[in-house]
């Protein structure tokens, strides 16, 4: 984690880390992670999410990090919001139980898949359940739409990743050059344990765009599992240098 610029130790006079109260409230964030039963590797990458996410000047051990089923959330004092995708959560506990009319725009039934693509982007950060109707109706209409191929697996990923993988290749069989899709992939087959897989994957999005630090990233931590130390440390240092300028 101090490797991978997570957390902020300084250095003794023999080179050690050495840790303040900040890194140490952040490491019990960790630590409450992984009794929740989180997977090492989702709490590391979601410890650099957060580190993205926060605004300039704010430290991660501001805030705070809890598991919610398969969701990371995020709580900064009475704001809460996923860690994914950045969705904020509402409290509605004490809400005035009322209907409401629907806030979804009504598509007529003869829209074309781009209208609809275009529907469940705008979906996404309101009604992530629309956005996936929006995407799966898009792909009936035209099943190579790649971009509703990727943003319908990214969204059914946590729950269905085997068929997020399938529609992550579906996309690339299409747009052989979608760098995205390419790095989708990757993540869902680590998380199917496919790690030989996830390697392709990562290094094909490499390929494709050689600065996507999180492909550099996931590639050195699989790497280190597989005992390619070497290329761990290679794709390490790639890292570093697109992160930290």
């Known amino acids: 984690m101090a490797r991978a610029g997570i957390l902020s130790p300084s250095r003794g006079p023999r080179r050690e880390y050495r840790f303040g109260f900040q890194d140490l409230v952040l490491l019990r964030s960790a630590r409450g992670l992984l009794d929740a039963a989180v997977p ?4 590391h990458r979601a410890l650099r999410t957060l580190v993205r996410q926060l605004p300039a000047g704010r430290r991660p051990s501001e805030v705070r990090l809890t598991a919610d089923g398969d969701a990371i959330l995020v709580r900064d004092g009475t704001v809460v919001w996923h860690l994914d995708d950045g ?30 693509y275009r529907h469940a982007l705008e979906q996404e950060a309101f009604d992530p359940e ?10 009936t209409r035209d099943p190579s739409h790649a971009g509703a191929h990727v943003n319908y697996g ?18 690339l069989e299409v747009e052989p050059s979608n760098a995205t899709a390419a790095f ?6 680590e998380y199917e344990d496919l790690i030989g897989e996830a390697i392709a994957a990562y290094r094909m ?15 050195s931590l699989l790497y280190q599992q597989t005992g390619h130390k ?15 300028h």
């Open 230 to 244: 070497l290329a761990a440390l290679v794709h390490l240092k790639r890292y570093r240098e697109l992160t930290h």
């Open 40 to 43: 090492r590797r989702r709490v």
């Open 205 to 219: 999005a490499l390929g494709l765009n050689p600065v996507l630090a999180d492909a550099h990233y996931n590639l």
């Open 87 to 116: 969705q904020i959560v509402l409290d509605f506990t004490h809400a005035r139980q009322e209907p409401v009319a629907s806030l979804t725009p009504l598509l007529a039934a003869d829209t074309d898949a781009e209208d609809w």
């Open 130 to 139: 629309e956005a996936k109707r929006g995407y799966a109706e898009a792909l």
């Open 154 to 171: 990214r969204l059914i990923q946590a729950e269905h990743p085997g068929e997020a993988i399938r529609h992550y290749r579906a996309a």
């Open 184 to 189: 989708n992939l990757g993540t869902a087959l």
